[in-house]
């Protein structure tokens, strides 16, 4: 207990934690909390979380199968050329859709919500 603040202010200091809304796809939402300054990426956290979330090619932007749908205005790293073919070929696309694999967590995404799309 003693040690309490000194962790806290390590903690702080060293870990940058962000939170993000994860929609399910029964709409219901989960708090996420995610470290923002190590190397991962969405689709890792929610298979971190042990959400439903397929990632069959592992994130090679090859199979579309964690599609996510953003509902906030966070900012996210442009949509390339790879991701935007993918999703041309995807099922369920709306507007907002994204392929989680390929937003890496930062601290600019403190707050994000996004809906993970149907199967
Ligand atoms: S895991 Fe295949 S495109 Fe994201």
């Known amino acids: 207990m ?7 202010i390590c903690k702080n200091l060293f870990v940058k934690e962000i939170t993000i809304t994860l929609i399910d796809r029964k709409g219901k939402r989960h708090l996420l909390k995610a470290p923002a ?3 991962m990426n969405l689709m890792e956290l929610c ?7 397929q990632g069959i090619c592992g994130g090679m932007t090859m199979c579309a ?11 996210i790293k442009e949509i390339n050329d790879d991701e935007r073919a ?6 369920f696309v709306k507007e907002n859709s994204r392929l989680c694999c390929q937003i890496q967590i930062n601290k600019e ?10 199967e």
């Open 65 to 75: 199968s964690c599609q996510i749908y953003i509902h906030s205005e966070n900012s």
């Open 109 to 118: 995404l403190d707050g994000l919500v996004f809906e993970l799309a149907p």
């Open 37 to 39: 300054d190590v190397s």
């Open 86 to 91: 993918m999703l041309s070929e995807a099922f």
């Open 47 to 53: 298979k971190s979380y042990e959400f439903p979330i």
């Open 2 to 8: 003693g040690n309490a603040p000194f962790f806290y």
